[in-house]
């Protein structure tokens, strides 16, 4: 997915959402015009983002972003787009935190305006380390980067994470908390494994995801800890740089009350799996940059918390990559831009590490 031409995931007109923008702003706005509406070629292989200027004398903000659920009609990734919760989260987060989370304006919960509900914020200039080609790859910003430089990126970016854990009451963000029984920990793995059955619905299940969900339950935490706020999506790919200083923090789909770990677990993974990507194509990446050990021990330093039972975190954070990657591939599948396999754990472009770490063999 990091190295191939980017999926299909809509069936969105541009030109017809431009003018149906138009037309909701003036509901909100009365004189208002939506101009230079653009898609990002980075946009999201989930949710999709559209970008443009409010044309009025005195705009609430100029420059937005407007965060649209997924097309329904174009295999979505997830089952579900509670953008109310998106919503919401953002404002917690801003409210009680010191993030740089962009401000938001309005909500539009009806989906006849632009086809699915929808929320717009303002729009925060700066740069957003690659997925497609990976920032660990030669060429891009941070790549080009000094050590110092990324150096000063990882710490203001495992700094977020921190002041999220511990600045957000947790029963301020009680509408996070995920249905079941058990503590926070049991219902998001619960979660995940109906993720998992609703991705393989009247498709090929995957032996190694499954086999995964097993050694979960082998290497589960005595103590998981109490919950907090998690952003979900926790990774540098979804921050905006001014420099190398975050200036705001994007993406909030995810976020549910779990152990501090998940986030940290999907951190330290999600920079791995650019990482094996990138030295599985004969480069040598940034094998120094967000590094295990020092993303444990930066975030005990800033929170006095250890990170405990990281191989479990890791590996469900590989775990839960997998499910996702697999429901992309069977969307690709389905606009036949790939042929499904006999074997879909092929499919999953990290099923390599996720294997080494069922074995036990990936963080030797």
Same mark, same amino acid.
């Given at each position: 997915?990091?190295?191939?031409?980017?999926?299909?995931?809509?069936?969105?007109?541009?030109?017809?959402?431009?003018?149906?923008?138009?037309?909701?702003?003036?509901?909100?706005? &009365?004189?208002?015009?939506?101009?230079?509406?653009?898609?990002?070629?980075?946009?999201?292989?989930?949710?999709?983002? %559209?970008?443009?200027?409010?044309?009025?004398?005195?705009?609430?903000?100029?420059?937005?972003?407007?965060?649209?659920?997924?097309?329904? @009609?174009?295999?979505?990734?997830?089952?579900?787009?509670?953008?109310?919760?998106?919503?919401?989260?953002?404002?917690?987060?801003?409210?009680?935190?010191?993030?740089?989370?962009?401000?938001?304006?309005?909500?539009?919960?009806?989906?006849?305006? %632009?086809?699915?509900?929808?929320?717009?914020?303002?729009?925060?200039?700066?740069?957003?380390?690659?997925?497609?080609?990976?920032?660990?790859?030669?060429?891009?910003?941070?790549?080009?980067?000094?050590?110092?430089?990324?150096?000063?990126?990882?710490?203001?970016?495992?700094?977020?994470?921190?002041?999220?854990?511990?600045?957000?009451?947790?029963?301020?963000?009680?509408?996070?908390?995920?249905?079941?029984?058990?503590?926070?920990?049991?219902?998001?793995?619960?979660?995940?494994?109906?993720?998992?059955?609703?991705?393989?619905?009247?498709?090929?299940?995957? &032996?190694?995801? +499954?086999? @995964?969900?097993?050694?979960?339950?082998?290497?589960?935490?005595?103590?998981?800890?109490?919950?907090?706020?998690?952003?979900?999506?926790?990774?540098?790919?979804?921050?905006?740089?001014?420099?190398?200083?975050?200036?705001?923090?994007?993406?909030?789909?995810?976020?549910?009350?779990?152990?501090?770990?998940?986030?940290?677990?999907?951190?330290?993974?999600?920079?791995?799996?650019?990482?094996?990507?990138?030295?599985?194509?004969?480069?040598?990446?940034?094998?120094?940059?967000?590094?295990?050990?020092?993303?444990?021990?930066?975030?005990? +330093?800033?929170?006095?918390?250890?990170?405990?039972?990281?191989?479990?975190?890791?590996?469900?954070?590989? %775990?839960?990559?997998?499910?996702?990657?697999?429901?992309?591939?069977?969307?690709?599948?389905?606009?036949?831009?790939?042929?499904?396999?006999?074997?879909?754990?092929?499919?999953?472009?990290?099923?390599? @590490?996720?294997?080494?770490?069922?074995?036990? @063999?990936?963080?030797?």
């Amino acid at each position: 997915m990091a190295t191939a031409p980017r999926p299909r995931t809509t069936t969105r007109d541009p030109e017809e959402l431009t003018h149906r923008l138009t037309a909701w702003l003036a509901t909100r706005l &009365p004189g208002a015009k939506a101009v230079d509406v653009t898609v990002p070629a980075s946009n999201g292989l989930s949710s999709e983002t %559209l970008l443009f200027d409010i044309e009025h004398p005195e705009p609430p903000l100029r420059s937005c972003a407007l965060r649209l659920a997924a097309d329904p @009609s174009a295999y979505t990734v997830f089952p579900v787009y509670d953008m109310v919760r998106q919503y919401r989260t953002m404002r917690t987060v801003a409210r009680r935190t010191d993030l740089p989370v962009p401000r938001v304006q309005w909500l539009e919960e009806d989906p006849g305006p %632009l086809g699915a509900p929808f929320f717009v914020m303002e729009r925060v200039a700066g740069r957003v380390p690659p997925d497609v080609m990976p920032y660990t790859y030669e060429g891009n910003w941070l790549h080009a980067a000094s050590d110092a430089e990324r150096a000063h990126l990882e710490a203001a970016s495992i700094s977020l994470l921190a002041r999220l854990h511990d600045q957000v009451p947790v029963e301020e963000a009680e509408f996070l908390a995920l249905p079941g029984e058990g503590d926070a920990l049991r219902r998001h793995v619960t979660a995940q494994r109906a993720y998992y059955d609703w991705v393989v619905d009247g498709l090929a299940r995957s &032996p190694l995801i +499954e086999r @995964s969900f097993d050694r979960l339950e082998e290497l589960w935490p005595r103590d998981p800890g109490p919950p907090v706020l998690n952003w979900g999506d926790a990774r540098i790919g979804n921050v905006v740089y001014d420099g190398f200083d975050p200036v705001a923090v994007l993406d909030w789909e995810m976020a549910a009350l779990a152990p501090r770990e998940v986030d940290l677990g999907w951190t330290v993974y999600l920079h791995r799996f650019f990482q094996d990507l990138t030295v599985a194509f004969g480069q040598r990446g940034l094998p120094d940059f967000l590094r295990r050990d020092r993303i444990e021990s930066r975030y005990a +330093e800033l929170t006095g918390h250890t990170p405990r039972d990281m191989d479990f975190f890791t590996l469900y954070a590989a %775990l839960r990559h997998a499910i996702v990657m697999l429901r992309i591939a069977y969307r690709q599948a389905h606009f036949g831009e790939v042929a499904v396999p006999e074997d879909p754990d092929t499919l999953i472009l990290h099923h390599g @590490s996720l294997r080494a770490m069922v074995q036990g @063999s990936y963080w030797d």
